[in-house]
């Protein structure tokens, strides 16, 4: 299943309406999920609203939803943060300590091959993250990047999802590492697209959702 807008705002909320009525429902830690397996959203113009869904989030003055830099810096920034059981910069930025896969790879690779394919980024590592002892391990296993007609477009897969609250966030994060890379190649952003192999919700959010599709 893809879901294809021009806006985030209009994506989350179609993805919500979508995993609310398709999903199935199981228990997973004591809370009834409800899950839809292998779901694409596409965004044509992320940055027209790309904190859309957050400020919905925060509009409801009932959870303590994280600042846009607090954010911005889990995808960024190179230094593990103790709050967090992993942040996603230091595997991106400074993967075991060693190889910073954008300013390394990534960004010499585009600008020396503009239609490269091998333009990937990956943060699942097989050495820390293979024990079947271990939760605390990254949702977001991968980031592709594609410059087509000056414009860089982005794919993510995502393992987990929790579309409710963790997706608006994930989106968030992947377009400032958009922004970023824009930058240094010299070109213009383009669409974001989100490949979540398990995209969920769960029975205890379903009357914020409701009110979330309502607005």
């Not at 398709?22 to 596409?42: A, H, M, P, Q, S």
């Not at 600008?111 to 949702?139: C, F, H, M, Q």
């Not at 922004?179 to 490949?195: A, H, N, W, Y």
């Amino acid at each position: 299943m893809e879901i294809e807008t021009e806006t985030t705002t209009e994506a989350w909320k179609r993805a919500l309406k979508y995993v609310f009525e398709n999903g199935k429902d199981f228990e997973d830690n004591n809370r009834v999920c409800r899950e839809v397996l292998n779901l694409t959203i596409k965004i044509k113009s992320p940055e027209k609203d790309i904190t859309g869904p957050i400020e919905i989030l925060n509009s409801f003055k009932k959870w303590v939803y994280p600042p846009l830099e607090e954010i911005k810096n889990i995808i960024q920034s190179k230094n593990l943060a103790p709050v967090y059981s992993y942040i996603y910069g230091p595997r991106i930025f400074n993967y075991r300590n060693k190889v910073d896969q954008i300013d390394d790879f990534v960004i010499p690779l585009l600008k020396n091959t503009r239609e490269s394919r091998r333009a990937v980024v990956t943060l699942w590592d097989p050495e820390e993250d293979a024990s079947i002892y271990k939760k605390g391990v990254p949702g977001l296993i991968s980031l592709d990047f594609k410059l087509r007609k000056n414009r860089l477009n982005i794919t993510a897969v995502i393992r987990s999802n929790d579309l409710f609250f963790g997706w608006p966030a994930n989106i968030f994060q992947i377009y400032s590492l958009q922004e970023l890379m824009v930058k240094k190649l010299d070109c213009f952003p383009g669409s974001i697209t989100i490949f979540s192999t398990s995209i969920h919700i769960f029975k205890d959010q379903f009357e914020d959702l409701k009110k979330v599709l309502e607005s």
